[in-house]
C-alpha cells in the first residue's frame, strides 16, 4: 500500500492538530460532474455499477483528480447489503431501489440470515484497486448505511416512504424489527471490517433514517445497533488507526448520546450550528459538516460567506472537517464545488494558526 | 356566541391549572374517518370543499362528534393564502398542490399583493358558522402556515420538493426572499385577525418546511416572521386572551429561540423528548405534542404505552397540550384514535392532581 501523503483528514477526525480544515464532499463521485455522467452512459443499471470495481474505481478518482479533496470515498451504494441478504434489490427507471422480497412478514424476517462475505466480494475488489488508483494522495473512505436505515429499505421494500410500515411494525411487534437490526448488525461488522482489511481507510456508518425516529425509538432501534457495531470493529490496520465517522441525518437532538458511542466523529446535517454542536459534545468526538448542499447553486461570493459563517461558529482548534450536511445535488455548477473547497482551504487557515 | 362548556384546551396553553391533560389531534377532520370519506363523496376538489363553509363546518365537527377532543380546529388549507393572492394554485388528481403562476422570478416577486381580505370571507364565514355548530363544546383554533412555509409553495410551484428553486433563490438573491416573505407575513396578520374576529378561540402557526433550513436561515428567513406576526395579532377577543402556538416541524434544536417569539405554546414533533424540551423552555411557553402519529397504526396496549411515556416525560403540573407530532395519518384505524384520546384523559390525572 501506499504511504499517505495527505492525512489532514485523518489527523481531524482524530482531533489532532492540522494546518487547514479539511474538506471533501458526500456523493463527490457524482452526477453533478460531466466526466461522471460521461462514465455513466457507458455502463448499465446502478446497481451493476456498483457490482463492477473498474467502473467503481473509476468515478471514486475522478473529484480527487478534479479538486483539491482531502478524502475520496469508495463508490458503492448502502443497498449492497440487503441485496447480498437476497432481499432482490432492483431499480425501476426513473424511480428509487426497490425489493422484490421485502422482509415484510414474520416468515420472511425469520428467514434472514447474515450473508457470506463473499457475496459482497466486488466491493472489497474495488476497495483495493481505488486505494492502488489513488496512489496515497489522500485516504479512502468505506462505508455501511445503519441497521435501521437498512432496515427501513428491507421492510418497506422501497425508498422514499412515510416509514410507516416499519413503523407500525415497530410499535406493534417490537421484537420482529429487533431480529432484522441484530441481523443488519452482524452483517455490518463483517462488511465493515472487511473493507478495512481491503484497505478502507476510515469509516463512516451513515443513519440517513434515524432522523424518523422518536426520541427513544432512536435510542432503542437506532443508536443501540450501531454503538454495537463500533465495538465490533477492527478500527486498526498496520498500526495505523482507522477513525469511525457516524451520521445521523437530522439527529442534531441526540449529539449528547452519539457522543458515547465511540465514533471518532459525527456527520452533522445542516440544520444544526456546528458551533452550538461543538459546545454539546465537548472533546468527546470530531465534527464533520455541516453545509446546506443547496448553497452550492448559488455564487462564489455567497458560497465564501457561508463556508466562513460555518467555520468561524466552529471556532479555532482541531477536530473538523468540513463537509455537505448532505450529499451534493446533481444542478451542482462543478465550478461552485471548487470555490467551495477553496474557500475552506484558504479561510480555515486562521483558525488553525498557533 | 355560547359559553365555552370545556377550556381545558385555553387553559393549559396558558399554563393555568386543569385537571386532566387535554388533547387535540392535528388532521383530525381527516381521510381516516369514514364519515369524512362519505362527506367527500359528493363534493368536488379539494380546494372547493375549503371555498364551502357547510362543507368546511360539517367535516369540523364530525370528529368532536365522534370523540371527546378537547379542541376543534378550522377544517381548511394553508394554500388558501397564496391562492387569495393570485397564484392559481389547483390539485391535480392523485398529486399535490400546484400553482399555475409560482412567483419564482423578480417580475412576478415585484407583483405580489397582499391581497384584499374579502377573497378570502369563506373562510371567515365558516369560522362562524362552524361556531355555532359546536356550541360551545370545545374552542375552535383557528390557523395559517408560516410565511415561509407559504413560500417554499409559492416559489416551488408545488409541494413535495427538495427546497432547491427558492433555497437556490435564497442563498443568491435574499432580498427577493424577503420581498415574498413579508407580504406574506402582512397577508397573514391581517388573516388570523379576521379569524380571531370571526370566533376563532386560538391560533396557530404551521410552519411545516421551517425545519428544512440551516440555523442561520431558519432564524432570518422564519422565525424572524412569526416574531413580527404574534406582534401584529389581536389576541383578545370578548375579553378572553386567544392563545397562540407556533409549530416548526423538525425545530427542536431551535426551541429557544422559538420560546422568545412571544407565542403561548410551542408545536413539537415526535423526534424531541418532551421532557427535555420543557426544561429548554422553562416557564416561558406550554407544549404541544407529540406522539408519532405511526403509533396509532399499532393497537390499543402499545398505544397506552407510548402516552404514559410522553405524560411521564413531560411530568407534573400545567402547560401540555397533547397531540400527534404531525397530522394523522389516513390509514389509522379510528377505534385507535379513541384509546389514544381516552388514555391521554384518563392517564394524565396524576399528573395534575395538587
Redesign the interface.
Known amino acids: 500500500m501506499n504511504e499517505l501523503q495527505n492525512d489532514t483528514f485523518i489527523r481531524a477526525l482524530l482531533r489532532q492538530p492540522t494546518e487547514y480544515t479539511p474538506v471533501w464532499m458526500m456523493r463527490q463521485a457524482g452526477r453533478y460532474l460531466p466526466e461522471y455522467r460521461e462514465s455513466r452512459k457507458t455502463a448499465g443499471s446502478f446497481l451493476s455499477l456498483c457490482k463492477n470495481p473498474d467502473f467503481a474505481t473509476e468515478v471514486t478518482l475522478q473529484p480527487i483528480d478534479r479538486y483539491p479533496l482531502d478524502a475520496s470515498i469508495l463508490f458503492s451504494d448502502i443497498l449492497t447489503v440487503p441485496d447480498a441478504m437476497g432481499l432482490g434489490l432492483y431499480f425501476e427507471e426513473g424511480e428509487g431501489p426497490k425489493f422484490e422480497f421485502p422482509a415484510n412478514n414474520e416468515e420472511r424476517i425469520a428467514a434472514l440470515e447474515v450473508p457470506d462475505m463473499s457475496k459482497l466480494q466486488y466491493v472489497f475488489d474495488a476497495v483495493k484497486q481505488i486505494r492502488m488508483g489513488i496512489a496515497g494522495r489522500v485516504p479512502l473512505i468505506g462505508f455501511t448505511g445503519s441497521p435501521w436505515t437498512l432496515a427501513t429499505y428491507m421492510v418497506e421494500g422501497k425508498g422514499g416512504t412515510?416509514?410507516?410500515t416499519i413503523?407500525?411494525l415497530m410499535?406493534?411487534r417490537p421484537e420482529l424489527v429487533h431480529r432484522i437490526l441484530q441481523i443488519n448488525t452482524d452483517t455490518i461488522i463483517a462488511y465493515l471490517n472487511a473493507q478495512i482489511a481491503s484497505g478502507a481507510q476510515a469509516i463512516m456508518i451513515f443513519d440517513s433514517w434515524g432522523?424518523a425516529?422518536?426520541?427513544?425509538?432512536?435510542i432503542e432501534f437506532s443508536l443501540n445497533y450501531m454503538r454495537k457495531i463500533i465495538s465490533g470493529l477492527t478500527l486498526e490496520s498496520n498500526g495505523s488507526k482507522i477513525p469511525s465517522i457516524v451520521f445521523t441525518k437530522?439527529g442534531?437532538?441526540w449529539l449528547e448520546q452519539q457522543a458515547t458511542l465511540g465514533a471518532d466523529a459525527l456527520g452533522l446535517d445542516?440544520?444544526?450550528?456546528i458551533g452550538?454542536a461543538r459546545r454539546r459534545v465537548g472533546d468527546k468526538v470530531a465534527l464533520q459538516g455541516n453545509m446546506?448542499p443547496?448553497?452550492l447553486?448559488?455564487?462564489p461570493n455567497?458560497i465564501e460567506k457561508?463556508v466562513e459563517?460555518i467555520l468561524s461558529s466552529y471556532g479555532k482548534g482541531t477536530g473538523h472537517v468540513f463537509n455537505l450536511?448532505h450529499g451534493i445535488?446533481q444542478?451542482t455548477p462543478p465550478e461552485n464545488a471548487a470555490a467551495m473547497i477553496n474557500a475552506v482551504h484558504e479561510l480555515s487557515k486562521k483558525y488553525h494558526s498557533p
Open positions: 412515510d416509514f410507516l413503523k407500525k410499535y406493534s432522523g425516529l422518536s426520541h427513544n425509538a432512536y437530522g442534531g437532538l445542516w440544520t444544526i450550528d452550538s446546506d443547496a448553497v447553486l448559488s455564487d455567497s457561508e459563517t450536511g445535488t444542478w
